[in-house]
T-cell receptor
Framework: GAVVSQHPSWVICKSGTSVKIECRSLDFQATTMFWYRQFPKQSLMLMAT?????????EQGVEKDKFLINHASLTLSTLTVTSAHPEDSSFYIC?????????????FGPGTRLTVL | GENVEQHPSTLSVQEGDSAVIKCTYSDSASNYFPWYKQELGKGPQLIID?????GEKKDQRIAVTLNKTAKHFSLHITETQPEDSAVYFCAASQVGDNAGGTSYGKLTFGQGTILTVHP
């Protein structure tokens, strides 16, 4: 149980276009989903916290108008990278916390590799 | 905010040896410390976690120790195998009834340790 999927697993796009990444909790309901960015050989950096039915909370330095997050249901959150540029190329990973989680166990998705040409 | 430091950045051991990775944290309010294993091109997988009300936790070949006073925690892997080779991340977070606000549940990760187990 506790499986999180991401789609697509990789995407290549042209500079200036927008890309949408989906994060789904497959067998549990998640009140909170987190979006991370990971550059090569670096750690995971939290971009934003997404709660179902409310606006996402962005970390300092993350542009909310560039990285649009929608958490429309308890099993789906989307991250849209708008007007992507080469510097946005990275590995984007989501995690989901179960509705019933008494601790903070987050289940991570497999990640989405974004390459902006 | 929380700051987590992880050492070493790389660790190379022979199969069967033990491996130890250490992390320190800055925020005394942190009370949940998970460890993740990340293989190339994949998302992190939780391998073990510990809450601040215990000092040690073990799961087969993996153990974690926590020193709240010194604000550091360590991952111990015994009898290492080649398939243990991966990047390992520690993290710190606040959970529970006393945690709240915008910091609740946020994981702060260490820099990662590349573990290589040689056959």
């Amino acid at each position: 149980g506790a499986v999180v999927s991401q789609h697509p697993s990789w995407v290549i796009c042209k500079s200036g276009t927008s890309v949408k990444i989906e994060c789904r909790s497959l067998d549990f309901q998640a009140t909170t989903m987190f979006w991370y960015r990971q550059f090569p050989k670096q750690s995971l950096m939290l971009m934003a916290t997404s709660n179902e039915g409310s606006k996402a909370t962005y970390e300092q330095g993350v542009e909310k108008d560039k990285f649009l997050i929608n958490h429309a249901s308890l099993t789906l959150s989307t991250l849209t990278v708008t007007s992507a540029h080469p510097e946005d190329s990275s590995f984007y990973i989501c995690s989901a916390r179960a509705l019933t989680s008494a601790v903070n166990e987050q289940f991570f998705g497999p990640g989405t590799r974004l390459t902006v040409l | 905010g929380e700051n987590v430091e992880q050492h070493p950045s790389t660790l190379s051991v022979q199969e069967g040896d033990s491996a130890v990775i250490k992390c320190t944290y800055s925020d005394s309010a942190s009370n949940y410390f998970p460890w993740y294993k990340q293989e190339l091109g994949k998302g992190p997988q939780l391998i073990i976690d510990i809450r601040s009300n215990v000092g040690e936790k073990k799961d087969q070949r993996i153990a974690v120790t926590l020193n709240k006073t010194a604000k550091h925690f360590s991952l111990h892997i015994t009898e290492t195998q080649p398939e243990d080779s991966a990047v390992y991340f520690c993290a710190a977070s606040q959970v529970g009834d006393n945690a709240g606000g915008t910091s609740y549940g946020k994981l702060t990760f260490g820099q990662g340790t590349i573990l290589t187990v040689h056959p």
